[in-house]
């Protein structure tokens, strides 16, 4: 395959696409915030974003709920049911089958490492 000539065209597309990946990158690194790790004796209340939320057994065996929950809230390596409330809340439904440490990332992403003790 032969060389092409360096293009005026082509220079301004390489320098455009390398200004557009730097900013990308320095914008995540500003960002980028550290994980926040929670513990709690089950069932419990932890404070996320600033409000008060309940880990509590779900209607299911072996499930878990988290009450009040926002719908913007997602759960890592796990699929949460979302069920919304009468009140207009949002509560969560995690199947979390032998394991005692859940990831939530808010909608800031932001996120928190949630570990139950005695669950």
């Not at 320098?15 to 069932?43: G, M, N």
């Not at 809340?89 to 992403?109: D, E, P, Y």
């Amino acid at each position: 395959m032969p060389a092409e000539k360096l293009t005026k065209q082509r220079l301004i597309h390489i320098t455009v696409i390398l200004a557009i990946l730097s900013a990308a990158f320095f914008w995540r690194t500003y960002h980028y915030s550290a994980s926040e790790s929670l513990t709690c004796e089950y069932p419990c209340q932890i404070s996320i974003d600033g409000r008060l939320t309940h880990i509590t057994a779900g209607e299911e065996t072996g499930t878990i709920s988290v009450d009040p929950a926002q719908k913007s809230w997602s759960v890592i390596e796990l699929s949460p049911q979302i069920k919304n409330k009468a009140n207009g809340q949002v509560k969560l439904i995690l199947a979390l089958a032998n394991r005692s440490q859940f990831t939530l990332v808010t909608g800031m992403h932001k996120k928190y490492i949630i570990h139950i003790k005695n669950r």
